[in-house]
């Protein structure tokens, strides 16, 4: 490899990494028109393994933003990215998966003001499909496979 094809490669890999934390970043901040930016215009999001629906970015956007109103804090974190490009049409580099792992703290909507406690935590994989575009890397797939979920355990006050 020469060390244009090098720091093409580092490059590509940024831009990928940064659309993967623009999604995190636009559910938290419940930013559904950016979440709807960050996918290419055939682009699918699939949430049925954690209870949600499959449909194109417009619906998912929709729907997320109902369901997440329930949670006014929310944190995604998503960690260990492993990024492989692909390729489209005889070019190298015009397709990239991502492989990330996950844990989103999530926070049910109270009228106490109480502990920043999370409610509700889960975690597990996505799958991201992404394609280079002429606006740059875009999301044309999003899988999350939840593995696991934990709800809030809520201990009664001691009484003497």
Request: hydrophobic share 40%.
């Amino acid at each position: 490899m020469t060390q244009r094809v090098e720091l093409a490669t580092v490059m590509d890999r940024l831009a990928v990494d940064e659309v993967v934390t623009e999604y995190a970043v636009a559910v938290d901040d419940g930013d559904w028109r950016a979440y709807r930016r960050l996918f290419t215009p055939e682009g699918r999001a699939d949430y049925r393994s954690a209870g949600g629906i499959e449909g194109d970015a417009g619906r998912i956007a929709g729907w997320l933003s109902q369901t997440l109103a329930l949670f006014p804090m929310r944190q995604h974190l998503i960690v260990n990215r492993r990024v492989r490009f692909g390729l489209l049409e005889q070019d190298t580099g015009d397709t990239a998966r991502v492989q990330a792992d996950y844990v989103n703290p999530m926070r049910f909507a109270g009228h106490d003001g109480g502990s920043t406690e999370p409610d509700l935590v889960c975690g597990g994989r996505y799958a991201f499909g992404l394609l280079r575009t002429d606006e740059g890397w875009r999301l044309s797939e999003v899988v999350v496979h939840e593995k696991w979920r934990r709800g809030a355990q809520r201990q009664e006050p001691v009484t003497t």
